[in-house]
């Protein structure tokens, strides 16, 4: 399982090491092959195991070409897509288009996300954090059903 949130840094050339205990599920999962591409609704980048990958893939086949939201996503999502294979030292190479596109710089925070793994500048991240709380704790606003449904959260 993709999940928790862990920090690296990525030098010059665009190269960061995935952590450990990221590395490790992604390995066990896809053998280290991964399609990194760019978020649609957050600045970010995200890490997709080929599987997950061709899943969306199929899913974009499905959808009516012709209609403009549908065309964006997969223009977007397929465009800055790269699919690559974690190095011996356990990096991925991000592209100098996909940097640029999340603004990443030296420290990343690479956040699981149960199915993918999201890789973030930190200091946009710690902002997304104190806007993701701001936004779950805004009062009058019920909580979606699907998430009312969860059991143990709080």
């Known amino acids: 399982m993709l999940t928790g949130v862990e920090y690296a840094n990525m030098?010059?050339?665009?190269?960061?090491?995935?952590?450990?205990?990221?590395r490790a599920a992604l390995m066990e999962r896809c053998d280290g092959d991964i399609v990194?591409?760019?978020s649609l609704n957050s600045p970010c980048l995200v890490i997709y195991p080929i599987e997950e990958w061709r899943k969306l893939e199929q899913q974009f086949l499905t959808m009516p070409s012709l209609n403009p939201k549908?065309?964006?996503?997969?223009?977007?999502?397929?465009g800055?897509?790269?699919?690559?294979?974690?190095?011996?030292?356990g990096r991925i190479l991000v592209s100098k288009s996909l940097r640029e596109?999340?603004?990443?710089?030296?420290?990343?925070?690479f956040v699981g996300q149960v199915n993918r793994i999201e890789v973030w500048?930190?200091?946009?991240?710690?902002?997304e954090v104190v806007r993701s709380l701001?936004?779950?704790?805004?009062?009058?606003?019920?909580?979606p059903m699907e998430l009312a449904?969860?059991?143990?959260?709080?």
């Open 11 to 22: 030098d010059a050339k665009g190269r960061v090491p995935v952590p450990a205990r990221l």
């Open 36 to 38: 990194i591409t760019t």
């Open 70 to 78: 549908v065309s964006a996503s997969q223009r977007l999502l397929m």
């Open 80 to 89: 800055y897509a790269n699919a690559i294979k974690l190095d011996a030292s």
């Open 101 to 109: 596109r999340a603004v990443l710089e030296k420290e990343t925070a």
């Open 121 to 127: 500048h930190k200091e946009a991240w710690d902002k």
């Open 134 to 143: 701001q936004v779950l704790q805004s009062s009058g606003d019920d909580l």
């Open 149 to 154: 449904s969860l059991t143990g959260i709080s």
